[in-house]
């Protein structure tokens, strides 16, 4: 079977390519014809070792050619970041209906939604089978009258990084631009870990996005390590090597728990929220309590379980291939 996935893919955000990864390779594992809508084709060709059709241009083509289509994963449904993006991926999904293929959202998180943004979701969802990557996307759809299975991230299908830190590991920043009151905190929270003597370092993982505070670190906390990750598994090693990671962005945090090494999240979006919600435990809010979560960080702790999180990952590929394959 045929299957072409929609999602935020060929832009540089390592965390969708780290999606696009586990849930393309689960795919073929399980002997699908694997094709993605990219903003890059060549560059998502090369990247990931799957077919890619640009996302406007060859849109209809590449959904004739195929025989489904699954939508997902990501923040894909919200229409914070625009109005725009939220009627693409609905527009894409209609579309497919249209021409008769089967469509299937998969790991998704849902909302932030305007009234408006909600009425198009409940309309364009209903009737399709919808698996959300959180309790609360999942509990969102259902006032929306969308009934939705739970799955994880695909993210975390990904394998465990191999690469262990050493003894002068660094606490790794993760910002996201377009977040100064974040970027803030970073740069109180990373002085407070250089006075103490620790390494620290930031990273970068959409270069377009993210560059720019990570300068901004560089500049204000002693010492501080600028790295940037333009690929899923830079981002996993660098991820991997540190004592500990604060992060804004999610898969900063997805990154840390393959990596099994201890995170704190600043949520900048109710996804990270809802992420920190599901390993059982809090986020922290943009304007932290620098003192609290440099103790936090300096105590250590254990990282949070993130095994059935895996699991549900995994379960997640087993609904998907189930629903593809119905009759």
Same mark, same amino acid.
């Given at each position: 079977?045929?299957?072409?996935?929609?999602?935020?893919?060929?832009?540089?955000?390592?965390?969708?390519?780290?999606? $696009?990864?586990?849930?393309?390779?689960?795919?073929?594992?399980?002997?699908?014809?694997?094709?993605? $809508?990219?903003?890059?084709?060549?560059?998502?060709?090369?990247?990931?070792?799957?077919?890619?059709?640009?996302?406007?241009?060859?849109?209809?083509?590449?959904?004739?050619?195929?025989?489904?289509?699954?939508?997902?994963?990501?923040?894909?449904?919200?229409?914070?970041?625009?109005?725009?993006?939220?009627?693409?991926?609905?527009?894409?999904?209609?579309?497919?209906?249209?021409?008769?293929?089967?469509?299937?959202?998969?790991?998704?998180?849902?909302?932030?939604?305007?009234?408006?943004?909600?009425?198009?979701?409940?309309?364009?969802?209903?009737?399709?089978?919808?698996?959300?990557? /959180?309790?609360?996307?999942?509990?969102?759809?259902?006032?929306?009258?969308?009934?939705?299975?739970?799955?994880?991230?695909?993210?975390?299908?990904?394998?465990?990084?191999?690469?262990?830190?050493?003894? /002068?590991?660094?606490?790794?920043?993760?910002?996201?631009?377009? %977040?100064?009151?974040?970027?803030?905190?970073?740069?109180?929270?990373?002085?407070?870990?250089?006075?103490?003597?620790?390494?620290?370092?930031?990273?970068?993982?959409?270069?377009?996005? /993210?560059?720019?505070?990570?300068?901004?670190?560089?500049?204000?906390?002693?010492?501080?390590?600028?790295?940037?990750?333009?690929?899923?598994?830079?981002?996993?090693?660098?991820?991997?090597?540190?004592?500990?990671?604060?992060?804004?962005?999610?898969?900063?945090?997805?990154?840390?728990?393959?990596?099994?090494?201890?995170?704190?999240?600043?949520?900048?979006?109710?996804?990270?929220?809802? %992420?920190?919600?599901?390993?059982?435990?809090?986020?922290?809010?943009?304007?932290?309590?620098?003192?609290?979560?440099? /103790?936090?960080?300096?105590?250590?702790?254990?990282?949070?379980?993130?095994?059935?999180?895996?699991?549900?990952?995994?379960?997640?590929?087993?609904?998907?291939?189930?629903?593809?394959?119905?009759?």
């Amino acid at each position: 079977m045929r299957v072409l996935l929609s999602g935020y893919y060929g832009f540089g955000n390592v965390g969708d390519e780290a999606i $696009l990864s586990g849930l393309s390779a689960g795919l073929k594992a399980r002997g699908f014809e694997v094709t993605a $809508l990219s903003g890059a084709p060549r560059a998502t060709e090369a990247l990931h070792g799957v077919r890619a059709a640009h996302r406007v241009r060859a849109l209809l083509p590449a959904l004739l050619q195929h025989d489904a289509l699954i939508s997902g994963g990501g923040g894909l449904l919200q229409d914070r970041t625009s109005a725009r993006s939220l009627r693409y991926y609905l527009g894409v999904l209609a579309l497919a209906r249209r021409l008769g293929k089967r469509a299937v959202v998969y790991g998704q998180s849902v909302g932030p939604l305007s009234p408006a943004g909600q009425r198009a979701v409940a309309s364009t969802l209903r009737g399709l089978p919808v698996a959300v990557r /959180d309790e609360a996307s999942r509990e969102l759809l259902y006032t929306l009258g969308v009934p939705a299975a739970l799955t994880a991230d695909a993210a975390l299908l990904l394998p465990r990084p191999r690469v262990t830190p050493g003894g /002068d590991a660094p606490v790794l920043l993760i910002p996201r631009g377009g %977040f100064p009151e974040a970027t803030a905190t970073l740069v109180a929270l990373g002085k407070r870990l250089a006075a103490a003597g620790l390494r620290v370092a930031a990273m970068s993982v959409q270069a377009a996005e /993210d560059d720019a505070p990570v300068r901004a670190l560089a500049a204000h906390v002693s010492g501080l390590e600028p790295l940037r990750a333009d690929t899923v598994t830079a981002a996993l090693a660098h991820v991997a090597r540190s004592r500990a990671v604060v992060s804004v962005r999610l898969h900063g945090l997805v990154f840390a728990a393959l990596a099994e090494r201890p995170f704190y999240a600043l949520a900048y979006d109710p996804k990270v929220t809802a %992420f920190m919600q599901e390993v059982g435990t809090r986020a922290y809010p943009l304007r932290a309590d620098t003192a609290q979560l440099f /103790d936090d960080v300096l105590r250590g702790a254990r990282p949070p379980a993130c095994a059935p999180l895996r699991r549900r990952a995994a379960a997640g590929l087993d609904w998907l291939e189930a629903q593809l394959k119905r009759p």
